[in-house]
């Protein structure tokens, strides 16, 4: 029949509990169909719907069925409106839609229906679901297999005990949703939910996390807020292309967003992550991956570690802000991740921790104010370029057990302690060295415990008070600083041989090396200031790398370049420390016989 109105004038319609017997059953061919104010109760489903069309199913209470209250069947029609009704207490779903699309679902309220969803959909296309208030069930809406292109919006869905809304069906539009206080997921994408849209949705105190991904791909989560998860947002196995932008995730118990197992080319960006303190928690963790993925321009701050990189090879961890945690950047067995451009600042242990680590690159990060500034510890093979480490309560660079490492074009600014500090490692160093704003009890170097630094293309070593390169060290402490602050002069000879000896050191630099363990060594070569000399009209062979104690002794050298005012001594190397300048001796005292 066509053009029925319904009204039911609040009375009850039930009938048998015995399988497939409804309160009221809208089984045939119908149009215009209006069912309004009154409850259908205490049968098997409480309405069913087959082959309805642009009907109306409003203003009733639909409870107490064994089975479902709202039900639909093969060939159930299309542009109906299921609004304003309230369906509780039913033993399985609260509304059933099969082969049902482009309906409308506003303002239900659905409640206490036994242990299935308050929504289920399948074979079900382009259903509008807005405004609906979902609690006390299993799963609140479960989008299921062949349900694509469904639009969720404005709707609150509470005290699940398993998921929020389920998606297992693709190019579904979820937006501006409450889903607050599931006992699994706030919203569960698994395999065939790809292609999907999540925008503005607030998802908060859910048990096993906000958001999971799981087997599905090109989804994108966009300006969501997440408090109070265990996890954030969740990437899992086989999910691939998932793009995860300009989110608000704050106090996770484990993560703000965790990318997993076989997940690939995933881009985490412009995302703001806070406040997941709770034992390991991290701001983001990449966990025994393979595959790239992305984290660009994410402001991350006041976790346990801003992002965590366990068992993970190939991720761009580029342009982030990561601050005030206890360690900025962590990685633990992961190999070939480049850490590009990121600000890395004010975080309690460490701004980068690389641990057990090979291969990676970290290049052009600018690290302050950080307990320390980096860590190498048990890595071989790791790339460090353009950085700038400065203000580290401890020190700036720092290895343990880590061989084979390369150093280029760094600039260290006023690190506690030492600039760089070697244990039981080796460095390879090229390009030049800026050691700034440096108090003079703060060493330049500290290569300890049998490490060695390796002249691998090094140019300078640029200090506040001049220049010098090393090759070959090895247990030894450098730090440059001006003769005044080392208790040495800029003039008087050690050695009766001569009768002038001036430091042309440029800026009156001088050296001081200690050897830290009785076997030790250095290549050490200073710049000379090349005016001074000329203006002593000294000659090159009057210019040796020389030792303080009491005046300046010359050394020699074996090497000397006069456009550079370069000189070396020796390629053996030093082995008795001290302060050592570059001076200029005069007046040799030659013996005459008797």
């Known amino acids: 029949s066509n053009d029925v109105l319904l009204n039911l004038n609040g009375f009850s319609i039930s009938n048998s509990t015995n399988t497939n017997h409804a309160a009221l059953n809208l089984s045939s061919i119908a149009s215009n169909v209006t069912v309004t104010n009154g409850t259908l109760n205490n049968s098997y489903y409480g309405l069913v719907l087959k082959t309805v069309n642009n009907s109306q199913i409003n203003n009733l209470l639909i409870t107490s069925n064994s089975h479902t209250g709202i039900v639909t069947f093969t060939s159930s029609g299309f542009y109906n409106n299921i609004s304003f009704n309230n369906i509780t207490n039913n033993i399985n779903w609260g509304i059933f839609l099969s082969t049902m699309s482009n309906n409308t679902l506003d303002h239900n309220i659905i409640s206490f229906n036994g242990s299935s969803e308050g929504m289920r959909f399948t074979t079900s296309s382009f259903n509008n679901i807005t405004n609906n208030i979902i609690g006390n069930v299993s799963t609140g809406i479960s989008i299921f297999t062949l349900a694509a292109d469904n639009f969720l919006n404005n709707n609150l869905i509470i005290n699940t ?9 693709a190019r579904n539009n979820i937006t501006n949703n409450i889903i607050n206080n599931s006992g699994q997921f706030g919203i569960n994408f698994a395999s065939g939910g790809q292609n999907s849209t999540l925008i503005n949705n607030s998802i908060n105190n859910n048990i096993a996390g906000g958001i999971r991904i799981g087997g599905s791909k090109f989804i ?6 997440l408090k109070n998860n265990t996890y954030g947002i969740t990437v899992a196995i086989n999910s691939d292309s998932n793009n995860i932008t300009g989110n608000i995730i704050e106090s996770s118990g484990q993560a703000g967003i965790i990318i997993q197992d076989t997940a690939k080319n995933s881009l985490i960006s412009l995302n703001t992550i806070s406040g997941d303190t709770t034992g390991l928690a991290s701001g983001i963790y990449l ?50 991740n480049t850490l590009y451009f990121n600000n890395i600042n004010n975080n309690n242990i460490s701004g980068i921790f690389i641990n057990n680590s090979n291969n990676n690159t970290i290049y052009s990060n600018k690290l302050n104010s950080n307990f320390q500034g980096i860590n190498l510890i048990s890595s071989l093979n790791n790339t460090l370029n353009s950085n700038e480490i400065s203000d580290s309560y401890d020190f700036g660079l720092y290895l343990i057990n880590s061989c084979t490492n390369f150093l280029s074009d760094f600039n260290f600014s006023n690190n506690s302690n030492a600039q760089i500090y070697l244990l039981n490692s080796t460095l390879n160093i090229s390009g030049n060295i800026n050691i700034s704003n440096t108090l003079d009890t703060d060493l330049d170097f500290n290569i300890s415990e049998g490490s060695y630094i390796y002249d691998s293309g090094l140019i300078k070593i640029i200090t506040t008070y001049g220049n010098y390169t090393i090759d070959n060290a090895s247990n030894v402490s450098i730090k440059s600083l001006n003769y005044t602050s080392s208790e040495t002069s800029a003039s008087g000879c050690g050695s009766s041989n001569f009768n002038t000896c001036n430091l042309i050191t440029s800026n009156s630099q001088v050296i001081n090396i200690t050897n830290t363990s009785q076997t030790s060594s250095i290549i050490l070569s200073m ?23 009491s005046g300046w002794s010359s050394l020699g050298k074996v090497s000397i370049d006069q456009t550079t005012g370069k000189i070396t001594f020796s390629s053996s190397g030093i082995s008795l420390f001290g302060v050592f300048g570059v001076v200029n001796f005069k007046n040799i005292i030659e013996e005459k016989p008797i």
């Open 161 to 169: 005990s398993s998921t929020g809304i389920s998606i297992l069906s």
């Open 220 to 225: 994108n989560l966009e300006n969501n807020t």
């Open 287 to 336: 966990t025994t991956l393979n595959n790239p993925n992305k984290v660009l321009n994410n402001k991350i701050e006041n976790n346990t570690y801003g992002i965590y990189v366990n068992y993970s090879n190939s991720s761009n961890i580029t342009n982030n802000n990561i601050n005030n945690n206890n360690y900025g950047v962590y990685t633990f067995v992961s190999s070939n």
């Open 527 to 549: 710049f000379y200031d090349i005016n001074a000399a000329n203006n002593l009209n000294g000659d090159t062979n009057s210019i040796d790398i020389s030792s303080y104690s």
